[in-house]
């Protein structure tokens, strides 16, 4: 007889990614979709900020980048990605926001994943208005004191994300794994929604 655990959870996307500008609320969503599926989310900013906080090695490196609201390098920022997906509470699903940013960052995970023979399952996209990302972030920066959260940097970042990570969305939607989401809905629509996609309604 089929084992009832085991269906249910390889009928559930587990293996996931969300993406979107900065300011589109995908950590907000990680964490509560993640939570709702008992898989990690894994977000590469709050590991380098982490990292920055504790002053380690990998901290300096990546305050000196994320001041500037430029990505860190790949190589860096793959290693530690791989690093955090051999950990055991990854082994069965995680939802990674912030990462892949770049199609080396893309190749790479596409690397790991085959290696542990598993894939993606699905990339939720948060659709969001430019002036409105505006506008949460600096809100986020008067609140969190975020150090990359100034107009400046912010419209950096966002420069940064059409050029170099924008082109992934088109890498996803050939594979077939892009869900499109309204990330201007409140926080609990836009939760709701992307349960819905998940569900593959
Ligand atoms: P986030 O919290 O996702 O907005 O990330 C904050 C900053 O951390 C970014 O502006 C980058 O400097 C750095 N960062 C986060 N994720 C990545 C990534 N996948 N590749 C390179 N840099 C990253």
Same mark, same amino acid.
């Given at each position: 007889?089929?084992?009832?655990?085991?269906?249910?959870?390889?009928?559930t996307a587990r293996r996931l990614l969300i993406?979107?500008?900065?300011?589109?609320g995908k950590g907000t969503q990680a964490v509560r979709v993640a939570e709702e599926l008992g898989i990690p989310a894994i977000s590469?900013?709050d590991?380098?900020?982490?990292?920055?906080?504790?002053?380690?090695?990998?901290?300096?490196?990546?305050?000196?980048?994320?001041?500037?609201?430029?990505?860190?390098?790949?190589?860096?920022?793959?290693?530690?990605?791989?690093?955090r997906l051999?950990e055991?509470d990854a082994?069965e699903g995680f939802l990674l926001d912030g990462y892949?940013?770049?199609?080396?960052?893309?190749?790479?995970?596409?690397?790991?994943?085959?290696?542990?023979?598993?894939?993606?399952d699905m990339?939720l996209?948060?659709?969001?208005? #430019? !002036? /409105?990302? &505006?506008?949460?972030?600096?809100?986020?920066? $008067?609140? %969190?004191?975020?150090?990359?959260? #100034? !107009? /400046?940097? &912010?419209?950096?970042?966002?420069?940064?994300? $059409?050029? %170099?990570?924008?082109?992934?969305?088109?890498?996803?939607?050939?594979?077939?794994?892009?869900?499109?989401?309204?990330?201007?809905?409140?926080?609990?629509?836009v939760t709701?929604?992307l349960r819905?996609a998940l569900?593959?309604?």
């Amino acid at each position: 007889m089929n084992n009832p655990t085991t269906d249910a959870a390889s009928a559930t996307a587990r293996r996931l990614l969300i993406v979107g500008p900065p300011g589109a609320g995908k950590g907000t969503q990680a964490v509560r979709v993640a939570e709702e599926l008992g898989i990690p989310a894994i977000s590469t900013g709050d590991i380098f900020r982490a990292n920055v906080s504790g002053e380690t090695e990998l901290g300096v490196l990546a305050k000196s980048y994320m001041d500037k609201g430029e990505y860190v390098p790949d190589s860096v920022t793959n290693d530690m990605i791989r690093s955090r997906l051999a950990e055991a509470d990854a082994q069965e699903g995680f939802l990674l926001d912030g990462y892949p940013r770049t199609l080396d960052q893309v190749e790479a995970l596409d690397g790991m994943l085959a290696e542990a023979d598993t894939s993606l399952d699905m990339v939720l996209l948060l659709v969001v208005e #430019t !002036e /409105e990302v &505006i506008g949460r972030l600096v809100a986020r920066g $008067a609140e %969190q004191g975020r150090s990359d959260d #100034t !107009e /400046e940097t &912010i419209r950096h970042r966002l420069e940064v994300y $059409a050029d %170099q990570t924008a082109p992934l969305i088109d890498v996803y939607e050939k594979r077939g794994l892009v869900r499109r989401v309204d990330g201007m809905a409140s926080i609990d629509e836009v939760t709701a929604a992307l349960r819905e996609a998940l569900a593959g309604r």
